[in-house]
Antibody, heavy 119, light 110 residues
Framework: EVQLVQSGAEVKKAGESLKISCKGS????????IGWVRQMPGKGLEWMGIIYPADSDTKYNPSLQGQVTISADKSISTAYLHWSSLKASDTAIYYCVRPVGATSYFDYWGQGTLVTVSS | QSALTQPASVSESPGQSITISCTGT?????????VSWYQRHPGKAPKLIIYDVSKRPSGVSYRFSGSKSGNTASLTISGVQPEDEGDYYCCSYAGNFAVVFGGGTKLAVL
């Protein structure tokens, strides 16, 4: 059974760094892209970007490029989303997703990680 | 890229049909048959219910169907049930490995 299991909720202060994780299981991790989708309070879903763990090829939403870093460690089947300096506007639920192909739909979702950033 | 446009809310009585529209542009919905729809219940992760405009994943009720005309995609739920209440999001490929979502539609079954 395919599963994407994310790390737990985080409460941070503006300016702090953070890395959240998503561990994939039940499939060959390096055969699929893996990515992140966020939902800010009261807003819709927003695609953030994807990474191909086999070679770390990464694609970002142009509006978010430079604000976050997506990475993966294929040896432990885990993808990461990293902020070097959080802002209050980063407060959101972050979902790990598995796209079917880089351009297609998301067939599996993680349970979501709530990140709360106080100013 | 801009978000796809969906109605904020729809409501209907059980047993009736509803259609949720999702309007994009010639850069996304209009150019690719790569529209998907997701259902989200409160406190849960979204669930894929339609992909490639009109295909249903295994296990998804036949009451859910999708279509597309020009820059607008649509999700139809035939015979809505109380368990269909929730938020629905459309999504489209937008070129250059980018993906864009709609703002979401809240479905209430009265």
């Amino acid at each position: 059974e395919v599963q994407l299991v994310q790390s737990g909720a985080e409460v941070k202060k503006a300016g702090e760094s953070l890395k959240i994780s998503c561990k994939g299981s039940g499939y060959i991790f390096t055969d699929y892209w893996i990515g992140w989708v966020r939902q800010m309070p009261g807003k819709g879903l927003e695609w953030m970007g994807i990474i191909y763990p086999a070679d770390s090829d990464t694609k970002y939403n142009p509006s978010l490029q430079g604000q976050v870093t997506i990475s993966a460690d294929k040896s432990i089947s885990t993808a990461y989303l990293h902020w070097s300096s959080l802002k209050a506007s980063d407060t959101a639920i972050y979902y790990c997703v598995r796209p079917v192909g880089a351009t297609s739909y998301f067939d599996y979702w993680g349970q979501g990680t709530l990140v709360t950033v106080s100013s | 890229q801009s978000a796809l446009t969906q109605p904020a809310s729809v409501s209907e009585s059980p047993g009736q049909s509803i259609t949720i529209s999702c309007t994009g542009t010639t850069s996304d919905v209009g150019s690719y048959n790569l529209v998907s729809w997701y259902q989200r219940h409160p406190g849960k992760a979204p669930k894929l219910i339609i992909y490639d405009v009109s295909k249903r994943p295994s296990g998804v009720s036949y009451r859910f169907s999708g279509s597309k005309s020009g820059n607008t995609a649509s999700l139809t739920i035939s015979g809505v049930q109380p368990e269909d209440e929730g938020d629905y999001y459309c999504c489209s490929y937008a070129g250059n490995f980018a993906v864009v979502f709609g703002g979401g539609t809240k479905l209430a079954v009265l």
